[in-house]
């Protein structure tokens, strides 16, 4: 290594601040962030630092790397999230990588990734991939594979090898069944398939130690659980099931069951005393069972959206309950003294009453620019700065094809979301673009964002739009639960921000 190499490569990491002037020599630097700052590529030079371990490269424009860094023999993590790699760089396989952040990219062929022996985590979630035959070999040491937002329809042979893997996503793909091979991975402890179109699970499935399972948002009519003595949690949301048969021995230990929006007309009985959440909201359940006063540790219960008009007694039992999401149900007056002996702190049909939604007005405007503060002190990509905040909602306002809602509590802005009129040239026709939906803190878990929501698809129903899309942090997750509850679905598509 010359010193004119380190200096000049000094200086251009200090040019991106990304080392300060403490630095004397490359040998201090062992981990190093390079994220979102637009780079297309890296010196050549890049190299001399052979001690760095962790290296940050996400959010560029990224469509290669350069060879030299073959010499860095001690890189274990890289993270090449949201750039604009087509094929694997070649210098990949060099490298002694146990983790390796590929998402959204826009790779179809991941076959090189095989020459990656020593990878423990791997993430190639939204991307292009169409088939991962022959891209991993038979003796690989993978923990965590995310091959989620992909193009996905047999993972056949894929299962069979992975044998050491613990955490295993292939949500948002096209996959119409988890065939037999899903019995050979033994170490599974967390699989996430939702989104696809399954209509068929073999019963292996049922023989593994997973913890968490999501089948949400699939087509499945019909399911038998059984087994699965570690099970803590499982969400079959979204499915249009018309049965489901449950095995004394299904899941002793079961923490959490959610059941959201599957047309269920009668009760699942599980059998575990340890459950702490159950979700059945829309479904067409006419009554509860006395037995869900078993359920002593339960903490949150939602039956909202269903036929229900008379509770049991036993509901009473359930002395833990903090949580109790009950509206939209018919309920009668004997119910309702039911709810009035539990006090949960959270109940949605005691909570404030008077919150209305409606057509924001300009004397709104100002609330409203402060609530973009609270949701842009959540999301990473925008920057909170009031005057632009008012500017952009006033002139939205003042627009041609958008929606602003607002919903207010005695007299007060509490919550908004607006959407916007798109043309959009794959559907030949007009969209909405929802933005903006923030609650004030106070008010969540009120139904107060369903009800933004709700009132804005209706909206888009009335003008004909063929579709409604929006975007959100990655990262947030209670906001990616929150609209994938909703019927929102995520796409392959990415967005990318241009300045």
């Known amino acids: 290594m010359s010193k004119k190499n380190w200096m000049d490569l000094k200086a251009w990491l200090f040019k991106h601040k990304a080392i300060d002037d403490s630095i004397s020599s490359p040998q201090q630097i062992n981990r190093l962030d390079l994220s979102g700052l637009s780079l297309s590529e890296l010196p050549e030079n890049f190299a001399v630092l052979s001690e760095l371990i962790a290296l940050n490269l996400s959010n ?18 890289l993270d090449l999230r949201r750039n604009h790699f087509s094929k694997l760089p070649k210098v990949l396989s060099s490298l002694p990588l146990s983790s390796l952040n590929l998402s959204g990219n826009m790779l179809d062929d991941v076959s090189e990734i095989n020459e990656c022996s020593d990878l423990r985590v791997l993430d190639l979630s939204v991307n292009a991939i169409t088939t991962m035959d022959g891209v991993l070999s038979k003796g690989n040491e993978l923990r965590t594979l995310n091959l989620s937002c992909n193009y996905l329809k047999d993972v056949t042979d894929l299962l069979a090898i992975l044998t050491n893997t613990q ?68 969400v079959l949301d979204f499915n249009p099931i018309k049965h489901i048969e449950v095995s004394d021995d299904f899941a002793p230990y079961l923490e959490e069951f959610s059941c959201d929006g599957c047309g269920l007309k009668s009760w699942v009985p599980l059998k575990s ?71 949960p702190e959270i109940c949605d049909i005691h909570m404030k009453r008077g919150i209305t939604i409606e057509n924001a007005k300009e004397e709104d405007l100002e609330e409203m620019a402060h609530l973009l503060s609270i949701l842009f002190a959540i999301e990473q990509d925008f920057e909170i700065n009031y005057d632009k ?64 929501i709700n009132k804005m698809r209706a909206i888009a129903l009335e003008h004909g739009y063929k579709r409604i899309q929006l975007a959100a942090d990655e990262d947030n997750a209670n906001a990616l639960r929150f609209y994938s509850r909703r019927g929102f679905h995520q796409t392959h598509l990415k967005m990318y921000h241009y300045k």
């Not at 829309?282 to 008379?310: A, C, F, Q, R």
């Not at 049991?312 to 309920?331: F, M, R, V």
């Not at 909602?393 to 005695?410: D, N, R, T, Y």
Request: overall charge negative; proline content about 2%; some cysteine.
């Open 273 to 343: 005393e340890h459950l702490r959440v159950l979700c059945y909201s829309s479904n067409e359940l006419m009554k509860i069972p006395d037995e869900i006063g078993h359920y002593t540790k339960l903490k949150e219960l939602d039956i909202d959206g269903n036929e229900i008009v008379d509770l049991p007694d036993s509901l009473a039992n359930l002395l833990e309950l903090k949580t109790l999401y009950i509206d939209g149900n018919p309920l009668s007056i004997g119910a309702r003294k039911v709810i009035d002996i539990l006090q």
């Open 167 to 234: 955490r295993l996503d292939l949500s948002g793909n096209m996959l119409t069944q988890i065939p037999e091979t899903i019995g050979e991975m033994g170490s599974l402890v967390e699989l996430k398939v939702s989104d696809n179109m399954l209509e068929h699970i073999d019963d292996k499935l049922f023989t593994l130690g997973i913890d968490s399972l999501d089948l949400s948002s699939n087509k499945l009519y019909w399911i038998r659980l059984q087994g699965m003595e570690e099970l803590g949690n499982i």
């Open 389 to 452: 905040q008012y500017a952009g909602i006033s002139k939205l306002f003042h627009s041609q094809g958008k929606e602003l809602l607002v919903a207010k509590h005695e007299g007060q802005v509490v919550g908004m979301v607006t959407m916007q009129r798109l043309i959009s040239s794959a559907e030949g026709d007009y969209i909405g673009q929802i933005e903006d939906l923030v609650v004030k803190e106070d008010y969540r878990k009120m139904g107060v964002g369903s009800r933004l």
């Open 60 to 77: 560029n424009q990224l469509q290669s790397l350069p060879q030299s860094m073959e010499s860095m023999t001690k890189l274990s993590n």
